[in-house]
């Protein structure tokens, strides 16, 4: 093979970066920097979308209420969901004066924990947590509650963000008294200029992968979805796999799953455990094509041959998506400055095109069929039919 030169920055190996080629979107408000960074280490361009921000309650009428009730009526059973929410409500209640009666109150409660950052908290409130699921999951939470005789018993739920009714409900129907404490709330960032680029990104296939750490976030991008006009698009782009959902894990992705849109999620719901997810989920969901004696992969812009990733600018891209979606068929001049990105003036464009795509994967791969266009060097397996 002629050796491949890459139109960007030269070929690099797929082994230490399984994401090279790849564009992943992050809509994180939290620990963004970190998740981008892990996902970069892996080749990944990375795209910061924040679908979220946190915001203090502005008025704590209602969490104040519902603390003072649980110093007066202490709760049978207090569930935290999460490690930021239950410490904001020790907080508050020191600051009015309550904690240390709500602390004596809740020791004598049988405290759950979602996770290990809500059993940190508990723990560092001079707490003891009785139980926490191994899925890190509400469901799992309140699976473990029914099974337990809830008539009359008092329940305190922190709530992360937003109501949570498919558990409170279920709690209530179950016979419990529930105290729902609102310690904080999600809301749209004050700058959506980012979340309404990827919208747009999400509906034309311009990225490759999203990546949700809240459940608040994916509703978030499907609300800006709707206000844009997008909404059919996006839901598309998600259902159809051309552009990837991955969900840290099955809260975060209820919504999108209730609505009949596959997720990618880790075994643990853990942002390092994401990012190796989505590290082998995008590199497998890729076709690969046997072209004059090469294996050649693409990706979401870049062509990986014989394991060199090429990355190459729009055009080139464009063209060689057009002859991959047929392998071996030809494809006209005249298709393929449709395809070009501001379609392209005449058809020296496309020439032009292909002569930097040869370039990037080497010059048999695509092939010249005088008066007629343009076609991949394919190479059928057995039992494959040519074009296929």
């Excluded at 009666?101 to 409660?109: C, N, Y």
């Excluded at 709530?159 to 949570?164: I, M, R, S, T, V």
């Excluded at 311009?206 to 809240?214: E, I, K, L, N």
């Excluded at 002859?323 to 990105?341: E, F, I, Y």
């Amino acid at each position: 093979m002629t050796a491949v030169r890459d139109t960007v920055d030269g070929p690099r190996s797929d082994a230490s970066a399984p994401l090279e080629g790849f564009t992943v979107a992050v809509t994180a408000a939290r620990r963004r920097e970190e998740l981008g960074s892990l996902l970069e280490r892996r080749g990944a361009r990375v795209v910061q979308a924040p679908a979220i921000r946190i915001v203090p309650l502005d008025d704590d009428a209602e969490l104040l209420a519902a603390t003072r009730d649980c110093v007066q009526r202490p709760p049978d059973i207090a569930v935290a969901t999460t490690g930021i929410g239950f410490r904001g409500w020790m907080e508050a209640a020191d600051g009015w004066d309550l904690g240390e009666s709500l602390r004596d109150r809740l020791s004598g409660a049988t405290l759950l924990a979602r996770g290990p950052k809500a059993r940190g908290a508990v723990r560092a409130a001079g707490l003891t947590d009785h139980w926490s699921p191994e899925s890190e999951s509400s469901a799992e939470v309140l699976e473990y509650l029914l099974e337990r005789d809830l008539d009359g018993r008092r329940v305190a739920v922190q709530l992360h963000g937003e109501p949570l009714p498919d558990f409170t409900d279920a709690l209530e129907a179950a016979g419990a008294e529930v105290v729902p404490l609102p310690v904080y709330r999600w809301e749209l960032p004050e700058d959506v200029t980012p979340l309404a680029r990827l919208v747009e990104s999400v509906a034309a296939h311009q990225v490759d992968c999203v990546v949700f750490t809240s459940a608040p976030a994916v509703a978030s991008l499907l609300e800006l979805g709707e206000r844009a006009g997008l909404a059919d698009e996006v839901d598309a782009a998600f259902r159809t796999g051309a552009v990837m959902p991955a969900c840290v894990g099955q809260v975060t992705a209820s919504r999108l799953e209730r609505a009949g849109i596959t997720t990618v999620q880790p075994r643990r719901a853990r942002i390092g455990a994401l990012v190796r997810e989505v590290a082998g989920e995008l590199p497998a969901r890729c076709r690969t094509i046997r072209a004059a004696g090469h294996d050649v992969q693409l990706r979401g812009h870049a062509v990986v041959v014989d394991g060199d990733v090429c990355e190459l600018a729009p055009a080139p891209m464009a063209v060689m998506t057009a002859l991959a979606r047929r392998p071996g068929v030809v494809v006209s001049r005249a298709d393929l400055l449709a395809v070009l990105p501001g379609g392209g003036s005449d058809e020296h464009a496309v020439e032009m095109a292909v002569t930097r795509l040869r370039g990037a994967v080497g010059a048999r791969v695509v092939q010249t069929v005088v008066k007629r266009g343009y076609r991949l060097a394919y190479e059928p397996e057995a039992g494959e039919k040519d074009g296929a």
